[in-house]
């Protein structure tokens, strides 16, 4: 569908807070109203994090699973009783392969994007009588976006001063083209990243002894960067 063939009715742009979970419900049913039905849900919010776990404030973590795991579910569960009753439908997660790996100053958002691939690996095993609603994970590396200018630190108040070169990144319409072919085609976990992180990703699937090797060698330069200020393509975040 060309965007010059569509008309004012076929779109509708509503305000969302992931974490008034209570708006959920509501925000869904507004959709529902205006198309009469929802096809595909791409959950697509959340913040990155840089900070050492030592130097961390608790509300840092309570606030990132609020957002990035506790939105993003609840969101699911209102979109997917209309799919459940249409028996029909997409339900599409940004994670990241930092959801498949571990790595330094990402401790709470590491978390938090294992738990969403636990979660919906485990829901697509409750949907089996519903063959064609589909859950898709989309796991990208390092995406030229403003994820870095807006991650969470070492407490609520602070944000970070130096976003660093995000020029070695997937410009970001590569990454959104492959996420619409994965999505086309129902692959139910797709990792989007150019080597060398795309590499890692296989090195934590496979051989994940080599890869933790790896990732201290890897994670102490970074935190070093990280203390002196520096952000570079080695330190970089994913």
């Known amino acids: ?32 109203k205006h198309f009469g039905k929802i096809d595909v ?18 509300d840092v973590y309570n606030a990132i699973i609020e957002l990035n795991y506790l939105g993003t579910i609840s969101l699911t ?10 028996k029909k439908g997409k339900i599409v997660t940004v994670s ?8 330094p100053l990402a ?13 919906f690996n485990s829901l697509r095993t409750e949907l089996t009588d519903y063959p064609e609603i589909s859950i898709i994970q989309i796991c990208p590396g390092p995406v030229q976006s403003q994820i870095i200018q807006n991650v969470f630190t070492e407490n609520l108040a602070k944000s970070i001063e130096n976003s660093g070169d995000q020029s070695h990144k997937m410009p970001t319409d590569r990454c959104a083209r492959l996420t619409l072919v994965s999505v086309a085609n129902d692959v139910k976990e797709a990792w989007i990243s150019d080597h060398p992180y795309l590499a890692v990703c296989y090195l934590w699937q496979y051989a994940p002894t080599w890869a933790w090797w790896l990732m201290n060698r890897m994670g102490k330069r970074r ?15 994913f």
């Open 107 to 119: 401790t709470g958002y590491c978390a938090s994007k294992h738990a969403l691939q636990g979660f």
């Open 41 to 58: 849900l791409v959950n697509n919010g959340g913040r990155s994090q840089r900070s050492l776990f030592v130097d961390t404030n608790l």
């Open 77 to 86: 569960k209102h979109v997917l009783n209309h799919m459940i009753q249409r």
């Open 1 to 32: 569908l060309e965007i010059s063939s569509l008309s004012e009715n076929d779109i509708l742009v509503l305000r969302l807070d992931l974490t008034d979970r209570s708006s959920h419900e509501a925000a869904t049913n507004s959709v529902l």
């Open 223 to 237: 935190i070093q960067n990280f203390k002196s200020g520096i952000v570079s393509v080695q330190s970089a975040p």
């Open 96 to 103: 990241s392969v930092m959801g498949i790996m571990g790595a």
